[in-house]
């Protein structure tokens, strides 16, 4: 490691590149023997300048300016003498001796730059300019950690993904070190840098190992299925688009319905809640302000209003039966100070309200999730208790109005495919109850927004964990599945 540098410059040669000099010349004249090179992080290296007249006497109380080369880029810093650390700027006086002084540290990023000194005469600063350069290369560390790409991803069982490990030093730039991938669980089978998926649907831990150093990454064995999701993202090409549908496995992704086209789906934010239609070629959504009403979208991004006029003043939260023949939506009064149920044939005939009460300041019925035999609709309101923060379950037979409480607190509920049960958030998390309100629990171990789609087979929920990312639940056991490459996708729903 080298620990100084000689510079020597002289005001009788402008311009001169750095010859190696023996011996005290005049001239401009850099003894380095072509930079300064050590690894990232090295002891700070003592830079020394020699500042010599035309005849190669010292030249004391001449000015050393020390500053960066093009493309620097944390490659080095540079400090005063004597300094603890980098600083700006770095200048300094020629001593007796002709020298001036600073120390360079190596910095965090691996590559090459320039040290660049300019020199300044004592009896002219403003004009008598020299200027000379030395490189200065920084290499890789240590090795000190593994980055395993993709770090959280998904298969299907049977198919195969590549995972890739490099070694770095402990500001991430990569060293040559070779790394190898290895099964760090039982489900998953290694050949090289290919990883097959051989278990039913679980959670796999996937190693690279290098020497001592040892890191895993995360894969999810998932179940067959395509959801569609609401883009959040601000990256390309995602941000162009509103919706997107995918394979569980990530694969077969299919951005549709394009932003500003038509101009009034413009704003990310308004869009909510996607919900599959009956025959699974469609989809039902609500664009919130202006519009405040429902729409349909082909999967080609084809949008237009669901109904000819909306039914209620806002026309959100949207569920279609099974058979297709009615789509089931919160409706806001005028003024927006209550909310009940409502459904209307999919051409916007037949509407009418479904949940029965007296007009009352502030009441809210929400979130409606029709049977899979038509007969009831669950939803969640504040009528029982007086307290729009405190949403609690009730069913509605839809023929004869009769409402029957669940006796429990919740919102957003969905009602599974089988007619089992009944999905709900509560207090952040996500639970299950049968029709008839027995068997509550608890089936989520993080915190989920309240929008959950279930299976077509009545097995799993796939939900919006905070954050956002999407998760799949097994319903019986609780096994949740992560689809680590889906962050800042919302509000998922599964195709029938």
Not at 434 to 445: I, M, Y
Request: charged share 20%; with cysteine; net charge negative.
């Amino acid at each position: 490691m080298r620990t100084s540098l000689l510079i020597v410059l002289a005001f009788a040669c402008v311009g001169c590149d750095s010859p190696v000099a023996n011996n005290d010349m005049p001239g401009l004249t850099i003894r380095a023997e072509g930079g300064l090179v050590d690894t990232v992080s090295a002891p700070p290296a003592h830079v020394i300048v020699e500042v010599r007249d035309s005849i190669g006497a010292p030249l004391a109380g001449a000015i050393v300016v020390f500053r960066y080369g093009s493309a620097t880029d944390g490659v080095f810093a540079l400090g005063p003498a004597g300094s603890l650390g980098p600083s700006w700027p770095i200048i300094d006086t020629t001593d007796a001796l002709g020298r001036g002084e600073a120390r360079l540290w190596h910095g965090g990023s691996v590559g090459e730059s320039w040290l660049v000194v300019d020199a300044f005469a004592p009896e002219a600063p403003a004009t008598a300019l020299l200027v000379d350069s030395v490189t200065v290369r920084t290499l890789a560390g240590r090795p000190a950690k593994l980055i395993i790409t993709p770090i959280d991803t998904a298969l299907y069982q049977g198919n195969n993904g590549t995972f890739t490990a490099i070694v770095t030093d402990r500001f991430g730039n990569p060293r040559p070190d070779t790394a190898r991938i290895e099964a760090g669980t039982s489900g998953i089978k290694v050949n090289g840098t290919t990883v097959q998926a051989t278990a039913t649907p679980s959670r796999q831990v996937v190693r690279a190992r290098s020497g001592a150093l040892v890191d895993s990454v995360w894969l999810s064995i998932v179940p067959q299925g395509t959801i569609v999701v609401r883009i959040m993202r601000l990256t390309e090409p995602d941000h162009q688009y509103v919706f997107a549908t995918f394979q569980l496995d990530g694969s077969d992704t299919h951005r549709f319905l394009r932003r500003g086209a038509p101009s009034y789906f413009g704003s990310n934010d308004k869009f909510m809640n996607p919900e599959w239609g009956a025959t699974g070629d469609y989809l039902l959504f609500f664009d919130g302000y202006p519009n405040k009403q429902l729409y349909r979208t082909t999967l080609d991004g084809v949008a237009s209003p669901l109904f000819p006029t909306r039914v209620t003043e806002q026309d959100i939260w949207q569920q279609g039966t099974r058979d297709g023949s009615w789509i089931y939506f919160d409706g806001a009064t005028p003024g927006a100070y209550r909310t009940y149920i409502y459904r209307a044939r999919a051409d916007g005939s037949e509407a009418s309200r479904v949940s029965p009460g007296p007009e009352k300041f502030y009441e809210n019925d929400l979130y409606p999730s029709p049977s899979p035999d038509g007969r009831y609709v669950v939803y969640a309101t504040d009528r029982e208790n007086g307290d729009i923060f405190t949403l609690r379950l009730q069913i509605l037979e839809v023929e004869t109005g009769v409402i029957r409480s669940l006796g429990v607190a919740g919102t957003g509920p969905r009602w599974s495919p089988t007619g089992e049960w009944i999905a709900f958030g509560q207090d952040h998390h996500l639970s299950v109850v049968r029709p008839d309100g027995t068997g509550l629990r608890q089936v989520s171990a993080y915190g989920y927004e309240p929008w959950v789609s279930w299976s077509p087979d009545g097995r799993w929920l796939v939900a919006e964990r905070y954050g956002p990312v999407i998760d799949l639940i097994e319903v019986e056991t609780g096994l949740t599945l992560p689809l680590g490459f889906t962050g800042y996708l919302t509000t998922p729903a599964w195709r029938p």
